[in-house]
């Protein structure tokens, strides 16, 4: 599995998909951005199946941003399905939601999470949050190797 340069938005929301996009366009992030809209097309996108089903599953996204409350698949169960998957157990997955729950910021760390992010509603500091988000997860995060087991010995 190789990291393509690739940014993985699983968001359902229109409004917050068009300003993740744009905060990142202003923040000079270069990498492509992909747009899912649901859980199970999520699922579909990493696995290579269903309408992704020839998509090269060699290829993984830098960094995951997952909303919880998505439809078909809610994004606790995307990431208990990508933790359970040694092709992807080692994706960085950063949560991004609107969320203040207390037992969702335990759940997604319980579940393996690397970040939990709540979106901040004014668009300055969400301009600020996805330049620091691209700067740490894109440029200075050393991701570690995907789809492999650790070698022992």
Known sequence: MTRGHII??????????????????????????VVI????????YLFATGVHARRDVAIVPEVVLLDLKLPKVNGLE???QLRGDP???????VILTSSKEESDLISTYD?????????????????????QLGLYWLILNEGPPLGRAPQTG
């Open 37 to 44: 809209q649901d859980g199970q097309e999520a699922l579909d």
């Open 87 to 93: 092709r992807t157990r080692r994706l960085p997955v």
């Open 78 to 80: 995307v990431l208990r």
């Open 111 to 131: 579940l393996g999470a690397n970040s939990f992010v709540r979106k901040p509603v004014d668009f300055d500091q969400f301009l600020d949050a996805a330049r």
């Open 8 to 33: 993985l938005l699983v968001e359902d929301n229109p409004d917050d998909v068009a300003l993740t996009l744009r905060a990142f366009e202003r923040s000079g992030v270069p990498n492509e951005i």
